[in-house]
Every structure is written in C-alpha cells, then in structure tokens.
C-alpha cells in the first residue's frame, strides 16, 4: 500500500498492461524512452498495471543511494592465507560514479579469488548500472541479476588498438586499421569532453544527437574490416571490440554513465603503488583492515579532503564518543559533511 503517495507531486499510470516480471531497471527504461521522462525524478511516481488488472508495481526514486557505480580489482599477496606460497588475492574496489559530483564514496574488500561469487554477493541487491572492463565474471552476474546492467569501458578498447598499433611499421601506421580504429575513438572522446559540465539529461541528449553517430560508424567500419585484421593483436583488438558492443554503447542511454572506467583505476592506484613497497600483506585480518583504511583514504580524496588531517580528525573526535548509545555524532564525520573543519578540505584549484 502506498500510503505516501500524497507527497508525490505528479503519478503517471502506464496506459494497457505492462509484464511486471520486468524489474526496477526495465520498467525505469519504459519511463525514460516511452515516456520520455526521467525515473530518478523524486517527485513523480510511475505504475504499470499488470495483464489481468490485479496486480500493480510502482516504480519510485527514494532519493538516496547510486544509480550508477564502477568497479575494478588487483592481485595482492596475503602471506598467511591458509594456501601455498605466492597464492593471488584480490582487492575488489566499488565506487560510486565518477559523474555523481556529491558523496563520492570508494569502498575495497578483501577477498581470497577472483570469482564471481565476490560481485555476485557485493551487487546482490543492487539496482542500476555497474562500470568495468571487460572481465568476464561481471557480465556472468548481470545475467543472474536482473536490476544489474554492466557497461564496458572505452579506454580498455583503445588500448587493444594500441598494442596492435606498436606491432605495424612507423611508415605504414597512419594507414592501419588500427589507427584508423583509435582516431575514431578519440573522435568520440573530443565530444564526450565537451559535455562534461551538462546536466546529466542534456549530457543524454546531446550523446543521441552528437555521439551515437560516432558510435555506430565506428562499429559499422569494424564489422565491415573485421576480416581485414593482419596481425594476430589486431584480430584480438577488434574482436574484442565487437564482443564488447552491448556494454560499450551503455554510456549512450544514461547521462549518468561514464564512457570508462578511469575514476575506479585511479581508487585502486594508491593501493597498486603501496604494494609495491610493502609487496605482501602479512594475514587476512590485515587484508581486511587494509580495505577498511584504503576505503576511508580514497573516498577522503575523492571528496576533495586531505587524507592525514581527515584519519588524524577522526581519532581524535571518535575516542569522545566511544561511550555514546547514540551513533548519529557519525554524520558529522562523513567526509561529505559540511561540519568538517576547513583545514582537512583541499583548497579548490583558482580558475
């Protein structure tokens, strides 16, 4: 029963029946591309009747949580995991997206492999749309959770031309299909950076108007070379490009959806420098600690705060309340919060 549905400002009732076996990301398409109206809309309420009339499902923006988030991982050693020597674990790293310009929030877990069971059990009960590479376990769990939607990342797909540009010789280069492929996709890139300050709803249109086109002549040119690939990098390149379509024309549905994956390798990146140093983790309650911290750290810095003067804020405001039943003192710690004094904050870059 909706009982708030008074505070509502605007209701719109799907005309007909709609297959409410659908879940919250299928019907928030019907409202953005039949409707045409925008699904995060926090004053509007959609509701789709079912096929015998008895039943109804209303689709809703509660104003909180990601509609868009990315993901990435690293190996890293754990001495004492309880398996053989020089075993690989992984740091997994969740992040809001890069897009979102409040709240920013990156968050690592420890986990002994790189199955799928890890996002499977991290996105469970997640809605909306997840940003990676092109690592196969991702798409595995998309297709078993039916509010997820994977998008693939523009850079991973460059950089296959890349390496099969170094193979071709310097003089023969600028007439490869490699080049060619890259020159498109920086074609794309220039477009994208013009609408890095548009609302998430002009960004979108813009992207239909501008960047679609790009987009499809850049998959119909590699359709229509596929069999033209000479090397064996080339062919790798291109065939991941095309096995990659689906995911790397997501960005084009959603204003809210970056064309890469950047923002999550530049959460993993401290963490990528750090065991370089220091190699190993030692055991798993350090692993597991070691997420807690890089967690803490990296969202500190993607919310513009000085990493030392925020951990050295919170151990000295934390100790003050450790008797407390009341945990709401925690508000006011978030990394977000106006109440963080101003000398944890970066100073923003002088135009």
């Known amino acids: 029963m909706l009982n708030d549905a008074a505070g509502f400002k605007r209701i719109f009732i799907a005309?007909?029946?709609?297959?409410?076996?659908?879940?919250?990301?299928?019907l928030a398409g019907i409202v953005r591309y039949q409707f045409e109206l925008d699904p995060h809309d926090k004053d509007t309420i959609f509701l789709f009747c079912g096929r015998k009339n008895d039943r109804i499902k209303a689709l809703l923006w509660e104003g909180y949580g990601f509609h868009v988030i990315q993901a990435d991982e690293t190996p890293v050693l754990v001495n004492k995991d309880g398996r053989p020597a020089g075993s690989k674990s992984y740091m997994w790293v969740y992040r809001s997206g890069y897009m979102y310009s409040d709240e920013q929030i990156?968050?690592?877990?420890?986990?002994?492999?790189?199955?799928?069971?890890?996002?499977?059990?991290?996105?469970?009960?997640?809605?909306?749309?997840?940003?990676?590479?092109g690592y196969q376990v991702y798409h595995t769990v998309e297709k078993e959770l039916e509010d997820l939607k994977i998008a693939g990342c523009w850079v991973h797909c460059r950089l296959k031309f890349?390496?099969?540009?170094?193979?071709?010789?310097?003089?023969?280069?600028?007439?490869?299909?490699?080049?060619?492929?890259i020159k498109q996709i920086q074609a794309v890139y220039r477009e994208e950076d013009k609408l890095k300050d548009l609302k998430p709803k002009d960004r979108l249109r813009q992207r239909q108007v501008v960047i679609k086109p790009l987009v499809d002549a850049l998959f119909a040119y590699l359709k229509s070379n596929e069999r033209k690939a000479s090397t064996a990098k080339l062919k790798q390149a291109v065939t991941y490009a095309l096995n990659q379509e689906k995911y790397l024309r997501v960005f084009l549905e959603d204003g809210k959806v970056p064309m890469d994956n950047n923002a999550s390798e530049r959460a993993i990146r401290g963490f990528c420098i750090g065991k370089k140093n220091w190699e190993m983790i030692d055991t798993i309650n350090g692993a597991t600690s070691s997420a807690i911290i890089y967690s803490i750290a990296e969202t500190a810095k993607a919310n513009n705060l000085k990493p030392y003067e925020y951990f050295e804020y919170l151990l000295t405001q934390i100790p003050a309340h450790m008797d407390d039943t009341d945990r709401s003192f925690l508000e006011d710690l978030l990394p977000w919060s106006p109440r963080l004094p101003e000398y944890i904050r970066k100073q923003k870059d002088r135009g």
């Not at 005309?15 to 299928?26: K, N």
């Not at 990156?106 to 590479?133: I, M, W």
């Open 106 to 133: 990156v968050l690592y877990e420890y986990q002994r492999t790189r199955n799928a069971s890890h996002p499977r059990q991290f996105l469970k009960d997640y809605s909306g749309v997840c940003v990676t590479d």
């Open 15 to 26: 005309a007909g029946y709609t297959d409410l076996r659908r879940g919250i990301d299928g």
């Open 162 to 181: 890349d390496e099969a540009l170094k193979s071709v010789p310097n003089a023969a280069q600028k007439e490869s299909l490699s080049y060619l492929v």
